[in-house]
């Protein structure tokens, strides 16, 4: 059984960059397209993108200036970055495998909050 | 971008009632389209795929049906675990959009 688990900084001030890092244990990167799907406190799931075990990525075209994923192989991980995030950044972030259908293993989410 | 609306946004129902959720696509999204289980506090599941294929472990209670651009979850018999917010997603077309959520709720 595939399992994620994702980490990174919680806190973050306007303008700086989001980074965070999901772990696949169990299973390999190979293969797969992985996913990051943000939800703000009380609202709906936004996905903001992927990336293939190759490197290969699609993003949300309304986040895309903004986005950064990648993945290491050699540590069978794969990671986030959003850039000059503000307060509407705020939300539980999900690293999710896309296998044959979205998102049938998720990590544990993490919540980022922006603010001064 | 493909707009997915949930109806209704809050369902009031008691255990043992049927309840049915509904979705529709701003487009046709063929059958590229799964719902997911979120409990409060908790991550989502993914309950249904490909419109109506049940993920693996998912009780037979629920099931799910549509094309094109509208699409319905079913619950046979709500148990108490299925107090939870329901959203679908389209994955026909990127990027891939979720609807707004549904909330079922104890009445």
């Known amino acids: 059984q595939v399992q994620l688990q994702q980490w990174g900084a919680g806190l973050l001030k306007p303008a700086e960059t989001l980074s965070l890092t999901c772990a696949v244990y169990?299973?390999?990167?190979?293969?797969?397209?992985w996913s990051w799907i943000r939800q703000s406190p009380g609202k709906g799931l936004e996905w903001i993108g992927e990336?293939?075990?190759?490197?290969?990525?699609n993003y949300n075209p309304s986040l895309r200036s903004r986005v950064t994923m990648s993945v290491d192989t050699s540590k069978n991980q794969f990671s986030l970055k959003l850039s000059s995030v503000t307060a509407a950044d705020t939300a539980f972030y999900y690293c999710?495998?896309?296998?044959?259908?979205?998102?049938?293993?998720w990590g544990q989410g993490t919540l980022v909050t922006v603010s001064s | 971008d493909i707009q997915m609306t949930q109806s209704p946004s809050v369902v009031y129902a008691s255990v043992g009632d049927r309840v049915t959720i509904t979705c529709r696509a701003s487009?046709?999204?063929?059958?590229?389209l799964a719902w997911f289980q979120q409990n409060p506090g908790k991550v989502p599941k993914r309950l249904i795929y490909?419109?109506?294929s049940l993920h693996t472990g998912v009780p037979s209670r629920f099931s799910g049906s549509g094309s094109g651009t509208e699409f319905n979850l079913t619950i046979s018999s709500l148990q108490p675990d299925d107090f939870a917010t329901y959203h679908c997603?389209?994955?026909?077309?990127?990027?891939?959009?979720f609807g707004q959520g549904t909330n079922v709720e104890i009445k």
């Open positions: 487009q046709g999204i063929s059958k590229y």
């Open positions: 169990g299973g390999s990167l190979s293969g797969y397209y």
């Open positions: 990336v293939n075990g190759s490197g290969s990525t």
């Open positions: 999710a495998r896309v296998w044959y259908a979205p998102f049938d293993n």
């Open positions: 997603l389209q994955h026909f077309t990127y990027p891939w959009t």
């Open positions: 490909s419109s109506s």
